[in-house]
């Protein structure tokens, strides 16, 4: 009358899962300074809070009596977690499985844990690490993912929950659009990189040889193209990076920015205050300095620096409340307005007007750049 042996099939299946591509893939994996996905989402979760969701969809394989021998599963990973005591949905890619191909997946399945972020009314954050499209798969298998794509609100879920996107390795094609279009992106210098195709796919088509660095490395898109907002040393500080970003947000547009206690005394005075701005207009100073000086102690957390450098975007706190700050910058173009630095703050603004963030800014501007 037990039930044992349907349990212990379970979780042989789920075996299956955990293995990811195998023990050669993943040490390919580590061997090239990356973790794995369930490495990663084990780093940036909060202590055993991940429940997977879909964890035995894969392909599979039978002998001649039908008996399951084994299971290749999905090369998505996806499922609900906590990050700082508040619940969010993961999707990761991974690169063990066929290099995260977006092709070589069940896209239902990672759009489900979009889809489902949204209708939840929590944050999602994005692991993305995946070579894109596979021509080859869409040859042998005369199809494509449509309708599944279609089914990805990718844009329109920006307007109510957290978007967070990582990208943690090589990111194509569709791994680039998923790493790019968040509120919040990250690329790890010297690992990720992020282009619609790779350099393959440059040289058969243009006949110009360029590396994945070149082609779209961190420096490419967190200081050139502003793709991609800010650059990470290591992968656990894009973790780091992500789990902050999201302190200062509500899980949705449907609450208010989380209130945090607050050791800083109301009545500070920073003396230095009087003296930061000079007096002869042709000196500059260091705007993040008199961020620090009026905002909570440590509480300033910088998003896109190094695009658009003549403005500073900022989170922060005010007695606790998180606010959005802006501030001009005189060590670039003396504060003044280029293309760049116009598209950084409009999305800044719009950002934090979805989330209900009061913004505070500090206005030290000469007018646009031109030319």
């Known amino acids: ?32 300074g990356r973790l794995t996905v369930r490495e990663r ?49 993961l999707n990761g890619d991974d690169w063990t ?10 896209s239902e399945k990672w759009i489900y844990a979009e889809n489902y972020a949204l209708e939840m009314r929590m944050p999602l954050i994005r692991l993305v690490e995946s070579a894109g499209g596979s021509i080859k798969l869409l ?18 879920k920006l307007g109510y929950i957290p978007v967070v996107g990582l990208a943690l390795g090589p990111c194509a094609g569709l791994g680039a659009l998923k790493a790019a ?35 779209g490395g961190s420096k490419v898109h967190v200081r050139e193209s502003g793709v991609i907002g800010n650059e990470a040393e290591t992968e656990a500080d894009a973790f780091a990076m992500a789990r902050r970003f999201l302190s200062y947000l509500p899980s949705s547009v449907f609450e208010l920015p989380p209130v945090t206690d607050c050791d800083d005394p109301r009545n500070r005075r920073e003396e230095e205050l009087l003296s930061i701005i000079p007096r002869e207009q042709r000196r ?3 705007p993040r300095k008199l961020i620090e000086l009026v905002m909570d102690r440590g509480s300033v957390f910088e998003l896109t620096q190094h695009y658009g450098r003549s403005v500073v975007t900022c989170f922060a706190r005010l007695d606790g409340r998180p606010v959005g700050v802006i501030s001009n910058d005189p060590m670039h173009y003396g504060g003044g ?26 206005v030290d501007q000469p007018g646009t750049v031109v030319g």
């Open 97 to 106: 499985i066929r290099g995260g191909s977006s092709e070589a997946t069940v």
């Open 41 to 89: 989402i084990d780093m940036i979760a909060d202590p055993g809070s991940f429940r997977e969701l879909g964890a035995l969809a894969g392909k599979a394989t039978y002998d001649e009596d039908h008996n399951l021998m084994s299971v290749r599963p999905s090369n998505a990973v996806i499922g609900t977690a906590k990050i700082n005591g508040r619940k969010v949905s």
């Open 337 to 362: 307005l280029t293309r760049a630095a116009a598209e950084k703050m409009e999305s800044f603004i719009d950002l934090c007007d979805t989330f209900h963030l009061p913004v505070v800014n500090f």
């Open 1 to 32: 009358m037990s039930w044992q042996k349907e349990v212990d099939e379970i979780t042989r299946r789920r075996k299956f899962a955990e293995d990811l591509g195998g023990t050669d893939a993943v040490a390919r994996q580590h061997e090239s």
């Open 284 to 286: 500059v100073y260091k």
């Open 139 to 156: 040859e042998q298998q005369a199809s494509t993912k449509i309708p599944g794509y279609p089914t990805w609100l990718m844009a329109s």
């Open 181 to 215: 279009c968040a509120h919040y992106s990250v690329m790890v210098k010297g690992t990720s990189q992020v282009f619609a195709g790779g350099p393959p796919l440059v040289e058969r088509g243009m006949g110009v040889k360029v590396d994945k660095e070149e082609l």
